[in-house]
């Protein structure tokens, strides 16, 4: 924005429809002085006493602003001290302020760095600031006969310790998405990496002018720990703006979490596929996003080089069997190694597809918690699953088992060895003495380490005779959740 605008003032500067041509620079650095008083009292609309303070006439000045009638806008006899000016868009009124602030001098400049430029008013001022300052792609022509000391070593260095600063206060979200738009404007690599480790802009809604703001200072990133977008109302059009402006960019995202937007569709998976391969992202959560089968297949067919740690599609209730057989797909192709699939209304035909295309995943971690009607038919196919894909880790928490459930699991596992089994939130009343004694065959059968059952309401004489149970497999059993102190 910066190296636009000021190529548009040099445009006019030389423009044949400059009435005052020959003094031109001059009434600029006057109309640049009214413009920084202007601005500091938060102001757009100028008066006649504000162009002799300045040393200007309103004839001198006719280019640049536009005057009306003051005191009664229809009376047209009014005499001259009586009219209002503003500036023809009060954007040249911000970036004549920047380049009035760029050309203090350094005990100035810095003065005003350190008590002033954070205050709201002046948010236009410093993108212009910045990018007059720091942009080193803004050719110094278009500043140097404005500002000819803008570009000082300790001014420099005055503005970039100031943004760095303000990148490690906690801030709003709106006033974090116009210091992305500030560091935009800066094009200054070094800069943006140490201001920038992470971003989380989760429950803001995004315009198309703050997702080209947070990705445009994305891509001059080398690496991000996460970027969290939750419930931000993404569509396709946003993240296609996403995509576009990480085409070509070094960065490599640990984490990318798009979860609660409902409004992605076909096409904004698609996209985000083409995401995650571009920024090597390990984890990917999209926790209650509509997901179908449609949009698994687009997010497949565009990550046919990603390699996926964690994938987390919880609470998408519209994935299908389709659904569920792309979602095997992706977890094969993506070599992912913990799929989080809590409460995705599983079933035995959902599960039986996953299995179907997962005959060479290796999966680590398998969570399918809170599904609360899998049945015993569905329980003996993730049985199938858990011992084809290797599962380490496996959580069924708060799924309704039932005796025949824990039979049918037992029956489907007799090669799996499973390090951690969480069967918390199922209750003892529904698993009763049977289902309690299979699930000591399990932890026998696939050498469980440890065992978690928490929140199973177990009377104490069940504890108890379940206790001496499983007392000869050295498995651990959890009741209760750890301290970490």
């Known amino acids: 924005m910066t190296e636009v605008m000021l190529q548009i003032l040099h445009i006019f500067m030389r423009s044949a429809h400059a009435r005052e041509k020959e003094k031109i620079e001059e009434i600029l650095q006057k109309l640049m002085q009214m413009s920084f008083e202007g601005t500091k009292e938060n102001r757009v609309i100028f008066t006649i006493k504000d162009l002799e303070k300045v040393k200007l006439s309103p004839l001198e000045v006719q280019d640049f602003v536009i005057k009306v009638p003051g005191k009664n806008m229809f009376n047209q006899h009014l005499m001259e001290g009586d009219h209002l000016m503003f500036f023809s868009h009060q954007i040249f009124q911000e970036l004549l302020s920047a380049l009035y602030i760029s050309s203090m001098d350094s005990t100035t400049f810095r003065t005003f760095i350190e008590t002033e430029i954070r205050d709201d008013h002046w948010e236009v001022v410093r993108r212009f600031l910045s990018g007059i300052i720091l942009n080193p792609d803004i050719e110094s022509s278009l500043i140097t006969n404005l500002s000819s000391g803008a570009r000082q070593d300790d001014k420099r260095e005055v503005l970039r310790k100031f943004l760095a600063f303000q990148s490690s206060q906690k801030m709003k979200s709106y006033e974090e998405l116009e210091l992305f738009g500030t560091l935009y404007e800066t094009n200054d690599t070094d800069l943006i990496c140490s201001c920038i480790k992470n971003i989380n802009f989760s429950n803001e809604s995004f315009t198309t002018v703050g997702m080209h703001a947070m990705s445009s200072v994305m891509r001059r990133c080398s690496q991000l720990e996460f970027v969290r977008l939750q419930n931000c109302n993404l569509n396709a059009e946003l993240v296609h703006i996403l995509k576009s402006n990480l085409n070509g960019s070094s960065l490599k995202l640990n984490q990318l ?118 049945g015993t038919d569905c329980f003996g196919k993730l049985g199938l699953v858990v011992t084809q894909c290797h599962v380490e880790r496996f959580n069924a928490r708060y799924c309704n088992l039932t005796a025949e459930g824990m039979e049918a699991f037992k029956e489907n596992t007799p090669n799996a060895k499973i390090k951690f089994l969480n069967l918390s939130g199922n209750k003892v009343s529904r698993l009763g003495d049977e289902g309690l004694s299979t699930i000591r065959e399990i932890v026998h059968q696939c050498q469980v380490e440890t065992l978690a059952m928490m929140e199973c309401d177990f009377n104490p004489d069940q504890l108890e005779r379940f206790k001496t149970l499983i007392a000869d497999t050295g498995v651990k059993f959890i009741l209760q959740i750890e301290s970490t102190g």
């Open 257 to 374: 979490n798009v979860s609660d937007n409902y409004g992605l569709g076909t096409d904004g998976f698609g996209e985000l596929g083409l995401v995650v391969s571009q920024c090597h992202v390990e984890t990917f959560r999209a926790r209650e996003c509509g997901l179908a089968a449609e949009g698994m297949e687009a997010f497949k067919k565009n990550t046919r080089n990603a390699k996926l740690i964690d994938l987390d599609v919880s609470f998408n209730k519209k994935l299908e069997t389709d659904g569920f057989g792309e979602l095997g797909l992706v977890v094969t192709q993506c070599h992912v190694e913990a799929l989080f699939a809590i409460n995705c209304n599983l079933t035995a035909e959902k599960m039986e597809a996953f299995k179907e295309n997962t005959p060479n995943a290796k999966l680590n971690d398998l969570d399918v918690s809170f599904n609360k009607n899998l």
